[in-house]
């Protein structure tokens, strides 16, 4: 692909306008030609003899006052439209104007240049002998001196790179360094090489230098020098001293176009274009201007098809790197049409440059360098953003001690905050590019009243859901270290019971009236709201009635402090553990493990066996020819003996003997109590059994328990004991 190629492409496309244009140009220039000196000089005369007749010039002077507008009352001026509609329409107008502008002063130019080809406009020839004489000769000396000076610094710099091919990155550091001050003197060796032959040789006198020949040598040092940071980044030359991760092919292929893009631009720009304008007229220079541009443009978007499956390649691999998130998900969108988007940039700038020919270069450059400098500063704070979510939270050991459940609580609600903040700063960066190029004035309008409105309702809704998450954290970590027994005062039963109810409460009522607050604060009226959850609560209640009644029985259940957690209680039929209390269902364990949900609506009645203080009952049979007394006292031997256990602590009096209670089939039952702590009757009970057990064994104590008499036939009974562990029914066999 040769850039001639490209510009007779450009020639193609952009000549069908510009000759339309150039007739309605050359009209208006015909019209001016018109106007000679000798219609002129006639015209001054006569105004000079009206003036001198006074009836004339009284004549002359009422017409004038006639034709004279009426002096009208300044009308108030309308305030600004800020709208972004308003602005857009705007933009738009002044491109078409722009660009209707830049094609007539093409087509002036076009007529120009016919003039001096055709010979109906002169041109000194003189001058252009001249230029040429000095153009040439300092091209010649300017270029070649650079390309020899250029070979030499190569050469130095491969011996550096050679040397630096195994250092480490300080030394590579130091090598780029050398490097590019060896080019960077080349290029000022060639600059002032130019300068000492334009002072001392061409058609200018000695001494001095033409204007021309000091734009192309200013033209040649700033483009020598863009050209040589490009090298730099990419070094397409000398590997070693590369930082940018860029294959070798594709740094000398992005070299090579980047050096003739700023080549093509530079020295249009700055030596082509205003030398054109000076020798033959301006809007010929416009023109080349604007060619110059066509063709960048033209090239660019040859590059980017070239490229188009490349960069999806590169951005679809980093999607699947980062697991296809978000990010990851919107990359691989990016890729699959970069290329469009890359095309309309560019024809953008290109509209952008008929749109206001003058200040346009500079304009396009720091639109440019501003999207591309809120780009970085994107990137990085969403790159930190999403290595921040993707390392997690972690608290030290102490704070994780103290609130358990803190760090699960803060992983699940900071990411999602983080992800929010991410999609902000995307959106930032969006209203960056739009306000640099400018497609609309953000600045403005958001320091409008509508503009404040707006952004202080949308601030304010952010800071009171961001308040709100807050404040569940806080209340919701101060209840768990509340509840935490390694730390502080050992919670109650019902400080548990109650702490959980109000933290379920709190987060319903923080998420209504939060809620409630950020749509009052973005301008919805929640009137209309809160009637509409009444009536849905009315309907709700005659449809759900069962729900209200649990509801109802729970509140009740709570202020009557029958239960709490942690109580072992029988609920209708179920007795266990309570688990888990709300305001609407209790959740028992039972001995088994079986958890039961046990809505309130059910419950007629709750039985608490851990209020207060608890009682193990001891209900023994003994036999019937046993001693009561020495049974009495065989069990206050037991509980002696059993406050010299563990369990001595728990037991709160001395043992209650109640004496017999019970005749049975084959047992006096003798009763007992013994008074634990709440919810040790079990594990103390258990205990005095074994020890009653052991001290009947010892003082010969008969526990009477069912047993088999056999009397064989024909013979003497004969009493055999059942199996261990065995119970069976007292019963007697008898021959027939």
Partial sequence: MSLIRILFLSLLVTAPVLA???????????????DTPEASSAAVDDLVRILEDDKARAILIERLKQAAPADEAPADTPPADLSIARQLAEYTRGVAEGASASVRSIGIALASLQGVVTGTMSADSTALRAFAIDIGLLVLALFGSFFILRLAANGIGGKIARRMSERGAMPRL???????????????????????????????????????????????LVVEMIKLAVRLVLMPRFPSLRFLPVADTNAAYWSFWSARIISLLGYTFLFVAPMISSLVSRPAGGMVQVLA???????GIIITLQNKDDVRTWLADISERRNNDGLGRLLAAIGQHWHILVIVYLLALLVVWFANPETALPFMLGATVQSAFATLIGSLVVGFITRFVSAGLSLPEDVRQRLPLLESRLKSFVPAVMRVVRWVVIAGVIVAIGQAWALFDFVAWIGSEEGLAVAGSVVSAALIILAAIVLYVVVASWVEYRLNANFGRVPTSREKTLLNLFKN????????FGTMLALAQIGVNIAPLLAGAGVVGLAIGFGAQKLVQDII????????????????VAVGSWSGVVEKLTIRSVTIRDLSGTVHLIPFSSVDQVSNMMRGFSYHVAEIGVAYDSDIDAVKAAMHEAFERLMQTEHGDEILDDLDMQGVIAFGDSAITVRARIKTLPGKQWGVGRRYNEIVKLVFAEQGIEIPYPHVTYVPAGGGASKSPPPAGRVEDQSEDSPD
């Fill in 553 to 568: 029985t729970g509140i009740f259940i709570q202020f009557e402090n029958i239960m709490n957690e942690g109580d072992v």
């Fill in 20 to 34: 339309q244009d150039f007739l309605t140009g050359g009209g208006a220039a015909a019209s001016q030609e018109g």
């Fill in 174 to 220: 130091a090598g780029l360094f050398g490097v590019a001050v060896i080019d960077a003197a080349s290029i000022l060796l060639a600059w002032g090489l130019g300068y000492v032959l334009a002072l001392n040789f061409g058609a200018t006198s000695r001494g001095t230098v033409g204007i021309n020949q000091s734009l192309l040598l200013n033209a040649f």
């Fill in 505 to 512: 409460a709190f987060t319903i009522a923080l998420v209504v």
């Fill in 293 to 299: 541009m066509a063709t960048a443009v033209t090239i």
